[in-house]
């Protein structure tokens, strides 16, 4: 069981103030003041610091947080599995919706196919909430195509994508663009933020000192579907693995565009909390879901 001087640390690091940790946890300031100083006494560390009026965590502050959520993770893991039956498996994961709309289909019919007993809980959201969801334990691993932190989780390649961008074949270009920011006038259709899609776009604009708010209009669109049928139907242009619109691709309904200036690719990840106890299982799960 987590040690709940750990809980409060974990607490202050959520809302890096005393005070909101406090009211979260319904004890006092100066009691989760006595906890953090209790943890820097037993690890000889300073694990908060000031700039300014605002709370930050040292190195020694960060390299705890990330174990202390490994551990939650963990504890939160093996007390599921401990009140389950000794016949009941169950997979608890993530997919962002890039992954989820276009590999785990064919992913999960050959896992069950394999595994036909086994319980699957799947969420599908962007990589940010994902995140999210493994540091809080609601998760045990999740397939992602967004960006992470390699310090904060252990992971394994599925596979490398290119990224392009795409029009309806028959888009009404004044000019054939042949460079992205012949793209400028057009409306973009982009993910939500916290999408690693959208981030992979806003990282390759940002190297350049560009911007999305370079683009003249912007519709942003929470649904990968979505996006596909709006960019079929002429209503702008938009950047996506080359794997979500393949066979838009095949049918002629879309096309890329910018292919010589544009080279961008990207890994899908499997990922898990760094130094869980659980890495072994996670292992097998990433083979049979490649298998």
Not at 188 to 211: F, K, P, Q
Not at 263 to 276: A, L, Y
Request: hydrophobic share 35%; with cysteine.
């Amino acid at each position: 069981m987590l040690d709940f001087r750990m809980e409060t640390f974990l607490t202050v690091c959520q809302f890096m103030n005393f005070t909101r940790a406090s009211e979260k946890l319904n004890i006092t300031q100066p009691a989760v003041s006595q906890h953090i100083h209790f943890l820097e006494k037993h690890y000889h560390a300073k694990l908060f610091r000031y700039e300014g009026r605002k709370l930050k965590l040292t190195g020694a502050g960060e390299i705890l947080r990330n174990a202390s959520l490994t551990m939650m993770h963990d504890e939160l893991s093996m007390r599921s599995e401990m009140q389950r039956t000794e016949e009941e498996t169950e997979l608890r994961f993530g997919a962002t919706r890039t992954v989820g709309d276009i590999l785990m289909g064919k992913i999960l019919d050959r896992y069950v196919r394999a595994y036909p007993d086994v319980r699957v809980r799947m969420l599908v959201e962007n990589t940010q909430e994902l995140l999210k969801c493994l540091d809080e334990g609601t998760i045990d691993f999740a397939l992602v195509e967004g960006f992470f932190q390699k310090s904060e989780y252990d992971h394994q390649k599925y596979s490398d994508e290119r990224y392009i961008a795409v029009a309806a074949s028959d888009y009404p270009f004044q000019k054939e663009p042949e460079c992205i920011e012949d793209l400028f006038q057009e409306r973009l259709l982009l993910r939500e933020e916290g999408s690693g899609t959208r981030e992979v776009l806003e990282r390759y604009l940002d190297a350049r000192n560009l911007s999305v708010a370079d683009f003249r209009r912007v519709m942003e669109v929470g649904s990968l579907q979505t996006i596909r049928e709006l960019t079929k139907a002429g209503c702008g242009i938009t950047f996506l693995y080359e794997t979500a619109v393949s066979e838009e691709l095949r049918d002629g309904t879309l096309r890329q565009i910018l292919p010589e200036t544009f080279h961008i690719s990207h890994e899908f990840s499997f990922i898990w909390r760094k130094g869980s106890i659980y890495a072994g299982q996670y292992r097998e799960i990433f083979r049979n879901f490649q298998s």
